[in-house]
C-alpha cells in the first residue's frame, strides 16, 4: 500500500472531461483508494456541484483544480503518464501495460529527491510527483497533450472480432489504474529495473521541461531549423523529443543554460 505521503504525491489530471457524472464517479474511485488531488483541464468551467456521483467524495471534489492548460496541470510533476485504449492510434510513446505501469509510478513516487535550487547541500527529501492523465470520453487524450507524457499506460482488455477497439468508461478507467497503483506490490515491483546504487537520476519537473522546450523552439526558429526541416518542428514532436534526452534536475539547468547561450550568440550575429 502506499503512505499517506505518497497518495498526496498523485495527481489525477481529468483533459476535457465533460461529463459531470463522470466526474463524480473519478472522484468517488479517489476517494474510495485514498487519493485526494484532482485537476480538471478544460476550456470552460465545470459545474462540479452536478456531479452528484461523487458518493462521500465531497473533499475531493471541493479540492478540485481547475488548469488552463495540460502543461498547467502537470507543471510540477516528475512523472507524467498518459492513459490510452491505443485503438489504431499510431503511439509516439513507449506503452506499458497497467501492472508494469503502476511498479515504475510506485518507484518514482519512492524515489528520494532534491530541491532544484541546492541540490548538493541538502538531503534527499521525499520522492517525485506523478500525474495520471485521462483524457476526453468521446476522444482520449489528443497527440499533442500525448505530448506532455514521459510514457503511456493502457488497461489490457478483451478484443472482439468485427468490434470496435473497446475502451472503459472514465470512471472505471479511473478507478482501475488507481486499484493497481494502491494493491500490495512485494512481488511486482521486484521487475522494475533500478540503475546501480548512487546512480540514480533525480527526476524533473514538467515546468523544466516544457521550459527546455519552448527554447529548444526558439533555437530552431533563430537558426532557420524551421525553414528548412518544417516536418520536424511540430510543438508535441518537440517536446516528445525532449522527453526522450531523458534530463533529470541535475542536467536540467544546464540544458537550458546552453541554449540560453546559443540564442545570445545568434543574436549577437545579427547585430
Not at 153 to 164: D, F, N
Not at 166 to 174: E, H, R, W
Not at 231 to 239: E, L
Amino acid at each position: 500500500m502506499l503512505s499517506e505521503s505518497e497518495l498526496d504525491r498523485v495527481c489525477v489530471v481529468l483533459v476535457r472531461a465533460r461529463n459531470p457524472s463522470n466526474i463524480g464517479a473519478v472522484a468517488r474511485a479517489m476517494h474510495d483508494f485514498g487519493f485526494r488531488r484532482l485537476r480538471v483541464v478544460n476550456e470552460f468551467a465545470m459545474p462540479f456541484t452536478a456531479a452528484k456521483s461523487a458518493v462521500d467524495a465531497s473533499a475531493v471534489m471541493a479540492g478540485a483544480v481547475t488548469c488552463a492548460s495540460v502543461a498547467d496541470a502537470v507543471a510540477d510533476c516528475t512523472l507524467v503518464v498518459g492513459t490510452t485504449a491505443v485503438g489504431e492510434r499510431d503511439l509516439q510513446h513507449e506503452l506499458l501495460v497497467l501492472a508494469e505501469g503502476a511498479a515504475r509510478m510506485r518507484a518514482e513516487l519512492r524515489e528520494p529527491t532534491h530541491d532544484d535550487e541546492a541540490v548538493m547541500d541538502r538531503a534527499p527529501e521525499v520522492g517525485g510527483t506523478v500525474a495520471v492523465l485521462f483524457g476526453s470520453e468521446k476522444t482520449g487524450l489528443s497527440n499533442e497533450e500525448l505530448s506532455h507524457c514521459n510514457w503511456l499506460l493502457t488497461v489490457p482488455m478483451h478484443e472482439y472480432e468485427g468490434v470496435r477497439h473497446p475502451s472503459m468508461n472514465l470512471g472505471q478507467a479511473v478507478a482501475v489504474c488507481l486499484y493497481e497503483l494502491v494493491r500490495d506490490p512485494t512481488h511486482d515491483d521486484k521487475a522494475v529495473v533500478k540503475g546501480a546504487p548512487g546512480d540514480v537520476a533525480e527526476p524533473v519537473a514538467a515546468a523544466q521541461l516544457e521550459r527546455i522546450t519552448a527554447l529548444m523552439n526558439e533555437v530552431m526558429e533563430a537558426t532557420e531549423y524551421t525553414r528548412r526541416h518544417a516536418h520536424n518542428c511540430d510543438p508535441a514532436h518537440v517536446r516528445r523529443l525532449v522527453r526522450r534526452i531523458g534530463v533529470d534536475a541535475v542536467d536540467a539547468p544546464v540544458w537550458m543554460g546552453f541554449l540560453k547561450q546559443v540564442l545570445w550568440k545568434l543574436e549577437g550575429r545579427r547585430e
